[in-house]
């Protein structure tokens, strides 16, 4: 049962990592004029230059394009770590802690907490259930 429940888990990291990386590429060809593909896409772009308009702080000193090229490298973390801990491997959890520190190191970049949090909050402890539910049992002894 722990493991039908890790693969689950890995499974949902996955494909939030691929959205992660599919958004990200798409936006970040969108502010450099590689294509024009509208709808959510635009509407998303608008909102991302006005979050960037109004803050403040910007530690990093990220652009539109370099934040979106962020989005991609924490999509391609998660997808990779995913993929990791199906096959349980301890590089997984790795690549998967190094997506929990990136996301939550946009909170402290942009002094900024809002409602994904909570996103990032539930990413966390959902990685601590993998942790416990992909150890593979001890043997018993004969």
Known sequence: MKRKLAIVICLV?????LIRIFAGGGMMGL?????????????????????????????VGF????????IMFMGVTISLGAI??????????????????????????????NPKI?????SVAVAAVLVWANREAPAKPS
């Open 63 to 70: 652009t539109p394009f370099t934040y979106f090229g962020y």
């Open 31 to 59: 502010e450099a004029g590689w294509w024009a593909p509208g709808g959510e896409f635009a509407e998303a772009m608008t909102d991302t230059q006005r979050f960037f308009g109004e803050r403040k702080v910007n530690l």
């Open 13 to 17: 990291f996955l494909a939030s990592g």
């Open 118 to 122: 909570y996103l990032w909050g539930l």
């Open 84 to 113: 990791g801990q199906l096959w349980r491997k301890q590089w997984g959890l790795t690549l998967i802690a190094i997506y929990l520190f990136s996301h939550g190191a946009l909170f402290i970049n942009f002094m900024e907490i």
